[in-house]
């Protein structure tokens, strides 16, 4: 799944800065990363529209959606998020932090575990199914990134157990 979203370049820093950004209407974000092949490792301070990240956030692929970030007078740049803050209360994006990817690197990223059906054990041996891991972690290219891992769990007894190793890897 891949997304668009436009974002403006900070020449300011630090605190009071970052709530001036807030005040605004904008959520101020930080992007990780070399702009091009070669280049040194840099850090450019951004602000996004907080609405657009949301939708982002909240979408199918949450986190994990490969987001092409437009920066004005740059070209675009392919980017996931690493990380964002939330106020406890009010739920309002306060920071994020994005990191360009390349296209042809593997990545490793963390998805959700979804499991499909009702096990056998708990129909008929009126047993409990205990989901233990709620995500795995995965390489991959960024543009195979799935959205979730479908585990079908019909066929399981009592005491019977998928383990990790278990799940069908695709090829990509």
Do not use: W
Request: contains cysteine; charged residues 30%.
């Amino acid at each position: 799944m891949e997304a668009t979203l436009e974002a403006t370049t900070r020449d300011t820093f630090g605190k009071n800065e970052a709530r001036r950004t807030r005040r605004a209407g904008r959520v101020p974000a930080v992007v990780y990363g070399a702009a091009t092949e070669g280049a040194s490792r840099e850090a450019t301070a951004i602000s996004v529209e907080p609405k657009a990240l949301l939708k982002i956030l909240h979408s199918g692929g949450g986190a994990n959606t490969l987001i092409s970030l437009k920066l004005a007078g740059a070209s675009d740049a392919k980017v996931l998020v690493r990380d964002y803050l939330l106020d406890p209360v009010t739920h309002v994006v306060l920071h994020a932090d994005f990191y360009r990817v390349r296209m042809d690197k593997v990545l490793q990223v963390t998805i959700p575990v979804v499991t499909k059906g009702e096990p056998k054990g708990v129909k008929l041996q009126g047993g409990i199914l205990e989901f233990v891991r709620r995500e795995i972690e995965i390489e991959c290219l960024p543009k195979d990134i799935p959205e979730h891992v479908e585990v079908d769990v019909t066929e399981l007894m009592l005491h019977d157990g998928i383990r990790v190793r278990d799940i069908a890897a695709s090829a990509k």
